[in-house]
């Protein structure tokens, strides 16, 4: 996993940053978090139940309460953890959320709150970059886990919110394939007139930063024999850096086979909020908790520098 090792390290040097976690009494979420600090990634917010957070910091690395980079707040339940993190980002207590021992619906409602939420303008998309030994480079899906059923419309903040994060990871013009069934516009398949008004949006200057081709089938988008196979003659086919899926169906079903039937590492978060958003499932390895959170911090950075710029 060379490239996550380059997150971390790239990570490290934001030791500043700030991270809430929402329900954070949950095993393998202390396990990410003990791990994060002692790999001196951030200090950490925990909100939850403080006696069973307490117990088991205790339980794997007690000398982690002395340093002073990790504080407990109590809550009576998981929704008033979530609602408490979400707040101390809002507040700007914290740069960073992350989700923890809480159903994903409860923290993204909580996140999209009118009142105290860490809405902006954009839409929020859920970003995963996947790497495994046998990758010839990282690969991002977008998006597995929040927009049900995305428009066009949606899909260009999803791919833009996905531009932003690779572009957070060193890969400044990522190549970007929406994905659908075939490699041929076929106005019966949505997804494949969606990929080629990207491709043409993207041509046009509507798409910045990246360089869209579409429609494509995984294969070709992947790799590059089967995109020669089919004669496709594209910057994009066969070397994309993000897979663009066409719902949240079909992107879940890509992440759990990457994971289960491709051995890959994930990290992953919603990005387009105010603040990015460690989002991992519980079926998720400690190691991907600990990728996820230091995608995140390289996100937060990227996000601050961008706001240095346009202020
Ligand atoms: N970005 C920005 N604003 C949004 C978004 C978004 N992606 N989604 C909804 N909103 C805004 C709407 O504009 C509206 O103002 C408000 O939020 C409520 O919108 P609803 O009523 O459409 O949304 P909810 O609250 O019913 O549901 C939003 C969820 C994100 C909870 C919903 O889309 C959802 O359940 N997504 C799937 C999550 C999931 O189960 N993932 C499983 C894999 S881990």
Not at 26 to 44: K, Y
Not at 53 to 81: C, M, T, W
Not at 92 to 117: C, D, I
Not at 179 to 185: R, T
């Amino acid at each position: 996993m060379k490239f996550f090792e380059t997150i971390l390290n790239e990570a490290r040097q934001q030791s500043h940053v700030v991270i809430a976690v929402a329900a954070a009494e949950d095993q393998e979420v202390i396990e990410a978090v003990l791990t994060a600090l002692q790999q001196q990634l951030g200090r950490f917010i925990l909100y939850g139940n403080q006696e069973k957070i307490k117990k088991a910091i205790l339980q794997y690395a007690p000398e982690l309460f002395q340093d002073g980079r990790v504080q407990i707040f109590h809550s009576l339940s998981n929704e008033y953890a979530a609602k408490a993190a979400v707040r101390a980002v809002h507040l700007r207590e914290a740069t960073v959320l992350m989700k923890g021992n809480v159903p994903t619906a409860t923290l993204l409602k909580e996140v999209l709150n009118k009142e105290y939420g860490l809405r902006t303008e954009n839409l929020l998309s859920h970003v995963a970059l996947f790497d495994a030994p046998h990758f010839s480079k990282p690969i991002i899906v977008t998006d597995a886990a929040m927009n049900i059923a995305p428009g066009l419309t949606e899909k260009v903040q999803i791919l833009q919110n996905a531009v932003e994060v690779a572009r957070g990871i060193g890969i400044s013009i990522p190549k970007v394939a929406p994905i659908a069934a075939v490699e041929v516009v076929n106005p019966n398949m949505q997804a494949t007139m969606d990929a080629a008004a990207l491709t043409q949006m993207n041509r046009r200057g509507q798409i910045k930063n990246c360089i869209v081709d579409g429609p494509l089938a995984l294969d070709n988008a992947v790799s590059m024999e089967a995109a020669r196979h089919k004669g496709i003659a594209s910057e994009v086919a066969g070397d994309a850096d993000i897979l663009l899926m066409p719902g949240i169906e079909e992107g879940n079903i890509l992440y759990k086979s990457l994971i289960y039937f491709g051995q890959a590492s994930v990290a992953g978060l919603i990005d387009g909020a105010k603040a990015p958003v460690v989002f991992t499932s519980r079926s998720d390895s400690a190691k991907s908790k600990l990728y996820s959170i230091a995608l995140a911090i390289c996100a937060a950075k990227r996000a601050a520098n961008k706001r240095i710029w346009e202020e």
